[in-house]
């Protein structure tokens, strides 16, 4: 998925949203994302079609409420 962190954290950024983005050893990408629920959805309809040099085959969400968020971007971690 050629691009496709960085793309991440373009729409990320684009949403207001905090959180982080990082490759799986076995080809996945795997992301958390904070932030307020219209902007998550709109990020996740992004990340569903993905960049155009990506193949986004599925798109696993679990959903859960924020009490203080850990996070103060959206970083590329390894």
């Not at 990082?22 to 709109?42: H, P, S, W």
């Not at 696993?60 to 959206?74: M, N, R």
Request: aromatic share 14%; charged share 25%; hydrophobic share 40%.
């Amino acid at each position: 998925m050629v691009g496709f962190r960085f793309f991440t954290i373009n729409r990320a950024n684009r949403y207001r949203l905090t959180g982080w983005v990082k490759n799986i050893y076995d080809g996945r990408v795997e992301i958390e994302a904070e932030g307020n629920k219209q902007n998550l959805t709109m990020f996740l309809e992004d990340i569903r079609i993905g960049p155009p040099s990506a193949h986004v085959s599925n798109v696993v969400e679990k959903w859960a409420e924020v009490t203080e968020s850990k996070y103060k971007g959206f970083d590329l971690i390894y």
